[in-house]
């Protein structure tokens, strides 16, 4: 195979592992009813002045299903930390006892488990997008070359095999991301 077109197709390989990463990322975010430390990833506290995530200046653990305990490693830091939990909306209430922020995370509705469930699939679909338009510029970037035409259609089934490969692994992420989330 040619150099340039090998390079078109790992170009188009790792912007669609990129995306399927991001998706996995982004549905971390979205609890599915049980406490997780990464439901809390997008909080920034002020420390100091700067925003820093909350996984900098706090140990975050889960000493069961439904808590999650938040250890400052400077005491000074509760009441900016407790802060932060609420302004990032997260729909959780921090409880501050003077050592450690609690938060207990309410068991999930039906309609807020199908919200979740709508959200996750609308974080599948994009990541899909982005796959799609990672074939779309690896098959533009085929038809520019300067080969024979038998590798260029060669080439594009090799890139639409890979765009197959990765649509059926975001199938299979958000599938178990929507099993974790109905499962009461």
Do not use: C
């Not at 990129?18 to 990833?41: D, Q, V, W």
Request: charged share 30%; glycine share 4%; aromatic share 2%.
């Amino acid at each position: 195979m040619n150099e340039e077109i090998e390079f078109i197709i790992d170009s188009a390989k790792e912007a669609m592992d990129n995306a399927t990463a991001h998706l996995e990322k982004e549905l971390r975010s979205i609890r599915a009813g049980k406490a997780s430390p990464a439901m809390l990833t997008t909080v920034m506290v002020d420390y100091y002045g700067s925003q820093t995530p909350l996984g900098q200046v706090a140990n975050v653990n889960t000493p069961d299903a439904r808590t999650l305990s938040i250890q400052p490693w400077e005491k000074n830091m509760l009441q900016p930390i407790e802060k932060a939990i609420q302004i990032a909306n997260l729909g959780l209430n921090p409880m501050n006892n003077g050592d450690v922020i609690m938060i207990n995370v309410p068991p999930l509705t039906e309609e807020r488990r199908k919200g979740l469930a709508k959200q996750a699939k609308a974080e599948a679909e994009h990541a899909k997008v982005g796959v799609r338009n990672a074939r779309k510029d690896a098959n533009n970037e085929i038809k520019k070359t300067d080969v024979s035409d038998d590798l260029k259609k060669n080439s594009e089934d090799d890139v639409q095999t890979l765009t197959n490969t990765f649509v059926k692994k975001i199938d299979d992420i958000l599938s178990v991301k929507e099993k974790e989330i109905m499962t009461v």
